[in-house]
């Protein structure tokens, strides 16, 4: 158990249809990511908050964001979904810091398993 | 654009043998290595990493070994476990940024 919790395990919808995904992070951890794994491919990072703040945003989408509320745990919409969009998202946080010149380790939760139909 | 590629979808071992995972990587900028192992239904689990001024980095029956020549990393497993079948990601990243590039995976699957 890597202390990230991540909910909902699974979920399935329609096209056209907006969720929400919700990640709570390790205790004591202030940088939370989020990546998609698409079938057969690696995971791609979408974005990252540090303590509230936007700190770094990869190849996500416009019809997706994300927030990092007070209490840290982190916030990602998907809207207007399409079929493409079905994946594993990944929610990962670390202890982190705005710019950190060593690797702070990060713990993945298990993953929502989205389904677009 | 690919810039972490693990060419081997697949691999299959004995239990007791070695086990080589490779990856190859088109980014110069990269300067830090790691490898992400992955159970079914579980989030991947950090592994071993190396930074790009080394070229092998070992923790117990893990070695990471990189050769920034040829742009290429690969992590052997020796003995190989049945407990080690899993998938196993390369991931990389550069400078000051906490943002991870990840191949796509090699399963491996240690036979009895």
């Known amino acids: 158990d890597s202390g990230v919790t991540q909910t909902p395990k699974h979920l399935i919808t329609a096209t056209g249809q907006r969720v929400t995904l919700r990640c709570s992070p390790r205790?004591?951890?202030?940088?939370v990511y989020w990546y998609q794994q698409s079938l057969d491919q690696g995971l791609q990072f979408l974005i990252q908050y540090y303590n509230g703040e936007e700190r770094a945003k990869g190849n996500i989408l416009e019809r997706f964001s994300a927030q990092q509320f007070p209490d840290l745990h982190s916030e990602l919409n998907l809207s207007s979904l399409e079929l493409g969009d079905s994946a594993l998202y990944f929610c990962?946080?670390?202890?982190?810091?705005?710019?950190?010149?060593?690797?702070?380790?990060?713990?993945f939760g298990p993953g929502t398993r989205l389904t677009v139909l | 654009d690919q810039q972490v590629k693990q060419n081997s979808p697949s691999l299959s071992v004995q239990e007791g043998r070695i086990s080589i995972l490779n990856c190859d990587y088109t980014?110069?900028?990269?300067?830090?290595f790691l490898w992400y192992k992955k159970y079914p239904a579980e989030g991947p689990t950090f592994l071993i990493s190396?930074?790009?001024?080394?070229d092998k980095n070992e923790d117990g029956r893990f070695t990471v070994f990189l050769n920034k020549s040829a742009k290429h990393l690969s992590l052997h497993i020796v003995p190989s476990q049945p407990g080690d079948s899993a998938v196993y990601f390369c991931?990389?990243?550069?400078?000051?940024?906490?943002?991870?590039?990840f191949g796509t995976g090699t399963r491996l699957q240690v036979t009895l």
């Open positions: 991931a990389a990243k550069t400078g000051t940024a906490s943002k991870l590039t």
């Open positions: 190396i930074s790009s001024i080394k």
């Open positions: 980014n110069s900028m990269f300067d830090y």
């Open positions: 205790s004591g951890d202030l940088s």
């Open positions: 990962a946080s670390s202890v982190g810091s705005p710019i950190s010149l060593s690797y702070n380790e990060q713990f």
